[in-house]
């Protein structure tokens, strides 16, 4: 056996960097060291480097490949063992963008570990470097008895993780789940910049058979707001309450695609948006940094936690697992509101950058593409302009989707929040078709909650009833009869 012994740098600052270490031996096997922690999740297996690692590696040829978050370029390379010796690699990693210096700071916003978890101090450590995260947010979560590893940890700022280019905090999920015939109930809601716990962390089903299907989430929510907090739906706007959360004030922004397992979609967000209710777009990985989702907010060419959260409540952001998007519309960035006159045509540039290769860019418009364009093979980076013509009150957004797959095996994709339109309170045709939905949706959850909720007093579902009464009543004013 040969030893193998790598130093990994950032290539602009000489610093020695954590990151992700890929040994792959002759025979296919992988390689790594005896103590190594693996990243979790889909795709190739990779473990974690403090920025220095050695292990023994058989005689022949080996690959190694090391990666850090997804605006390093991943370093490649073989090498030819003999018996015996030792080969010494120079990592150099460098940037093929540079979205920090524009003032965009990558975060995740939806991070548990589980009950399987052994060492969560060692893992927490890693995966805010190892991703070259800005913003960090584990949470705490409730499901029956289960005991998981990020519940070990106090709301707010972990300090013990955080250093001046890494935040990690602990927030909450609190959740409802209502059983399968009836999806996941009232849904899930992050709490982040959080000073205390709000309870309860779970209801209904998550707690035992014969719990109640109460508080309702929007009660957390606001506990939350008095706390100076944000919420953040969870799983692309699913759950009964989530309409009605939403139409109410009650949430900051929608978390998309933040399970790594689930479909890339956007429907629920977009009937929102349709309906007048402004969700600027979130996005974590749920379990573990399982994947490389991540929310870019522009918030100061320096990263200040406080001016992040604030950027992610103004909608100044995209989502994505790697690539750099960007829109403008008449010179306006995402969270902005142009005013303009029913007929106009507005000026429309999105721009891209990518490692992997992007394959279509798609332009938005109250939900519906207007206008799609198909890249030639390998495209990393590009510029659509057209315009768009506007009649009524809306929204308009950038998308990017690609065949291309990264080490976690996930297809490349890139979206932004919303611009929005006003042109004086005309409403279109998609809001009234999205408010009609949601009337139709919060109906079944009525008749849900007055026949199939458990509660312990009369008093608690007329609450409940009550709370998505006033949502629904938001939705139908929308709706032309």
């Known amino acids: 056996m040969a030893k193998l012994t790598g130093k990994i740098v950032d290539s602009a600052t000489g610093e020695q960097v954590e990151a992700r270490v890929q040994v792959v031996g002759p025979g296919g096997q992988v390689l790594a060291p005896d103590d190594a922690m693996f990243k979790v999740g889909p795709g190739d297996p990779f473990f974690y480097s403090d920025g220095e690692f050695a292990l023994d590696i058989p005689r022949g ?15 490649k390379s ?19 963008g540079d979205l920090p210096e524009q003032g965009w700071h990558p975060g995740n916003t939806h991070i548990h570990y589980d009950e399987k978890e052994g060492d969560p101090d060692r893992r927490l450590a890693y995966d805010s470097r190892v991703e070259d995260l800005r913003m960090t947010a584990i949470s705490v979560l409730k499901r029956w008895d289960l005991e998981y590893a990020t519940n070990k940890y106090p709301p707010g700022m972990l300090t013990q993780f955080t ?46 058979a014969f719990a109640p299907d109460y508080p309702p989430l929007s009660y957390a929510c606001d506990d939350t707001k008095t706390q100076g907090g944000i919420v953040i739906w969870c799983h692309n706007g699913q759950g009964m309450e989530a309409p009605v959360a939403a139409a109410l004030g009650k949430v900051d922004a929608m978390n998309l695609f933040d399970p790594w397992w689930s479909d890339v979609e956007y429907d629920l967000w977009y009937h929102m948006l349709n309906s007048g209710i402004r969700l600027p777009a979130s996005t974590g ?11 870019y907010t522009h918030s100061s060419p320096q990263f200040e936690y406080s001016d992040w959260l604030q950027g992610l409540r103004d909608g100044n952001t995209f989502i994505t697992n790697g690539a750099a998007i960007g829109l403008s519309v008449n010179g306006e960035a995402p969270g902005a509101t142009i005013r303009a006159r029913g007929g106009e045509k507005l000026a429309v540039e999105v721009t891209w950058n990518s490692h992997y290769a992007i394959d279509r860019v798609e332009l938005v418009q109250n939900g519906r593409v207007v206008k799609s364009q198909d890249l030639p093979p390998g495209s990393t980076d590009g510029k659509l302009e057209t315009e768009v013509s506007v009649d009524a009150d809306g929204w308009i957004a950038a998308r990017l989707g690609s065949d291309a797959r990264d080490s976690f095996a996930q297809a490349m994709w890139a979206h932004t929040s919303p611009i929005y339109v006003d042109i004086g309170g005309i ?16 109906d079944k959850s009525l008749s849900w909650i007055n026949t199939g909720a458990k509660f312990y007093t009369d008093a608690q579902r007329k609450e409940v009833l009550d709370l998505f009464a006033q949502g629904r009543a938001v939705y139908s004013t929308m709706v032309r009869h």
């Open 61 to 75: 040829r080996s690959q190694i490949v090391v990666e850090r978050g997804t605006e390093f370029t991943p370093w």
């Open 78 to 96: 073989n090498v030819e063992a003999d018996k015996n010796g030792t080969i010494a690699l120079d990592v150099d990693l460098s940037r093929w």
């Open 163 to 208: 250093d001046t280019h890494h935040y990690v905090q602990n927030g909450e999920e609190t959740r409802h789940n209502a059983g399968a015939s009836h999806g996941i109930g009232y849904g899930h809601v992050m709490l982040l910049n959080i000073q205390n716990l709000v309870e309860p962390m779970s209801r209904g089903l998550l707690i035992d």
């Open 285 to 295: 990985s749920d379990w573990f940094v399982s994947s490389a989702n991540r929310v």
């Open 427 to 442: 409403k279109s045709v998609e809001a009234n078709d999205s408010a009609r939905f949601f009337v139709e949706q919060i």
